[in-house]
């Protein structure tokens, strides 16, 4: 197997993909071969245009937003995704969204393994202090790896309200303080 260096940035980061591991977590924007696959996987989710959904995983960069990907050794195959945003009224916070995991690898790991990054580098490499989320069914999941229920948090600000809607009724915010 080969060892795929870390990013210099990454340096204070578990090792996830030491050599021995077939798995890599890496920022989109430093792999843009990786950004089609990864626009197929969050679409196979959650369809959306394939201009806007690139759009978005171009806006990836080293602070917020930042999207992060699980790929095979080789950098050949996208599994997992999820994307960090800023949240205007925290500043030492965050917004992880678009958490998927290829449907062909669920249930082995590869969530948990891309959360814990993604926390790791909230912390290390982007200073921040918590992260929140909002699940409708995998709250579950959320708790096993250490979030908790707390109040809605909006990513756009105090005057930002949602618009009442059936899906966001049942919404349910968690979050983690790292």
Not at 43 to 69: F, G, H, I, K, Q
Not at 139 to 155: L, N, Q
Request: some cysteine; hydrophobic content about 35%; glycine content about 6%.
């Amino acid at each position: 197997m080969r060892y795929i260096k870390p990013e210099p940035y990454y340096e204070g980061l578990p090792p996830f993909n030491v050599s021995g591991s077939p798995f890599n977590v890496v920022p989109i924007h430093n792999y843009p071969e990786l950004m089609k696959d990864t626009c197929a996987l969050i679409n196979a989710e959650w369809p959306r245009s394939e201009t806007a959904r690139m759009r978005s995983l171009e806006a990836s960069c080293d602070t917020l937003p930042c999207s992060l990907v699980l790929t095979t050794e080789g950098m050949c195959r996208v599994i997992a995704h999820l994307k960090l945003s800023p949240i205007t009224s925290k500043k030492k916070a965050c917004f992880v969204e678009s958490v998927v995991v290829d449907k062909r690898h669920r249930g082995q790991g590869f969530g948990k393994l891309i959360m814990k990054f993604a926390e790791d580098y909230c912390r290390v490499v982007l200073d921040l202090k918590t992260i929140y989320l909002s699940t409708i069914d995998q709250d579950g999941f959320y708790e096993r790896i250490g979030y908790e229920y707390c109040a809605p948090v909006t990513m756009y600000g105090p005057r930002h309200c949602e618009l009442p809607s059936l899906q966001n009724a049942k919404k349910k915010y968690m979050k983690k303080v790292l």
